[in-house]
């Protein structure tokens, strides 16, 4: 029972134009989540998270928004860049417990 | 210089062998993690440790043995090799279980 939904395995996005990635969840309880980044044949780094007391999280290019009623998050990176080519992982956890990983979405910067 | 370091890098081995799994943090965390990230790409944790004491073990065959001798260093022993132990592990560390965790390179294992 997933969790920590990503439905989209792979998403194709233009270089310098926006990509967003977006992530579903059923567990109520969730009150912080995280989006991380993996290269091939290295571990994922996180890249930013929200608080369930924002709707919004903002970092450079990176920009997190979080709607607790759809219990929806994405992740929106503008512009995209050849470097931004990577696999992203949603994940969520509650107060002191574990991380909940989504399956992750291949994100592909085209020239 | 590397924050969390992992080795091997590649493991492959027969069925029925027993491997262990090093890592160790220079990050100066309190916590480390074990995950598995099977062939379905799903990421999954294992094993938690703060401060050298298991704090979070899901449900994982007790063939698998974490050990912790220090705060820097969180190993996992893996005792009788099945071939769906087949993944990639990671370890992680962090300060404080709420905080953001860092993850080494990864464990390619193979059991043929």
């Known amino acids: 029972d997933q969790q920590v939904k990503q439905n989209s395995p792979s998403l194709s996005v233009q270089e310098g134009r926006i990509s967003i990635l977006n992530c579903d969840y059923t567990n109520s309880m969730f009150d912080y989540f995280l989006w991380y980044k993996k290269y091939p044949a290295e571990g994922p780094t996180f890249l930013i998270s929200?608080?369930?007391?924002?709707d919004k999280n903002e970092d450079g290019r990176f920009t997190v928004f979080l709607n607790k009623s759809a219990k929806h998050l994405s992740l929106h990176i503008v512009p995209s860049q050849p470097g931004d080519s990577a696999v992203y992982f949603c994940?969520?956890?509650?107060?002191?417990?574990?991380?909940?990983f989504g399956k992750g979405t291949r994100l592909h910067i085209l020239p | 210089d590397t924050a969390v370091s992992q080795t091997p890098k590649y493991l492959v081995t027969q069925m029925g062998n027993d491997k262990s799994i090093k890592c160790e943090q220079n990050l100066g965390h309190d916590t480390m993690y074990w995950y598995k990230q099977d062939s379905k790409k799903f990421l999954k944790i294992m094993f938690s440790?703060?401060?050298?004491?298991?704090?979070i073990n899901e449900t994982v065959p007790n063939r698998f043995s974490p050990k912790s001798p220090d705060k820097a260093h969180l190993n996992l022993h893996i005792n009788s090799l099945e071939l769906g132990d087949s993944a990639v592990y990671f370890c992680?560390?962090?300060?404080?279980?709420?905080?953001?965790?860092?993850f080494g390179p990864g464990t390619r294992l193979l059991v043929l």
């Open positions: 929200i608080s369930s007391i924002k």
């Open positions: 992680a560390s962090s300060q404080g279980a709420r905080e953001t965790q860092y």
């Open positions: 994940a969520a956890k509650e107060w002191d417990d574990k991380i909940i």
């Open positions: 440790y703060n401060n050298k004491e298991l704090i």
